[in-house]
């Protein structure tokens, strides 16, 4: 008689390849808590030099020339500013803002900053106050990387340009517009989460 296998083998094969495959497509996992505070120190320091570097160009241009006149600084320097600051870092270090309401699409989160956007979303959503960073270690083929999050709050100055409609100066709206017909960044209140900015390293 021939031996035939039980059919739970042949389940619990599947279910096994099946787990295998799934977490082979998750190249995102927890770095260990000896790389987390290399990260952790490093894309600090990172970060912050990028929000005292674009805080002070925005200000700057609003106190000499108005708010109107300071979007085109936003527009044209804030993506030139980030890489600046980036490339003051140590080499490979790379920098972007990005957020779930992106005001230029060109900062619109990859699968990655997705998956970290989520994380910060869920703890707002439950009423939690939110940690001040995340990190990921990411594999991806041969490749690692290291991610360091920030989150951003709005304050007053924010407002000026990603209010709610009603609080925004008409002419402000319409430069606006005009730039960034797909903008969603608007609507926002103080305190609100709006986004996050992310350092990735190569080597830690
Ligand atoms: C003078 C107007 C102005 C002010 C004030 C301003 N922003 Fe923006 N913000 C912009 C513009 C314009 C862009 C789009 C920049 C671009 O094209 O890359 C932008 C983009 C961003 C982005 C990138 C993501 C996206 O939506 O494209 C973040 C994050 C952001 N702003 C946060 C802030 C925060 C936080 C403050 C306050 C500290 C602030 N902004 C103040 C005009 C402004």
Redesign the pocket.
Known sequence: MRYKFPNYIFQISILIIIAACSQQKNPVSAPSSEENKIIVAKGDAVAKAL?LT??GE?KQ??DSNG??????????K??PLTQNVASLAEEGTEIK???S????????PDEFEKEALKHFEKLIAAGESFPDYYTQKVVDGGDTSYYYYKP????A??????GTPETMAPE?KDV?AK??PE???TGYQEGDF????RVKFKNL
Do not use: F
């Open positions: 929000i674009l805080k925005v241009a609003i708010v109107v006149e300071a979007i085109a600084v936003c527009n044209e804030a993506i803002r990005t957020t309401k992106p005001r230029n699409p060109a900062n619109s951003m709050k709005m304050e100055l924010c407002l000026l340009c990603h402000v606006l730039l960034y903008d969603q960044a709006r986004g996050l900015i």
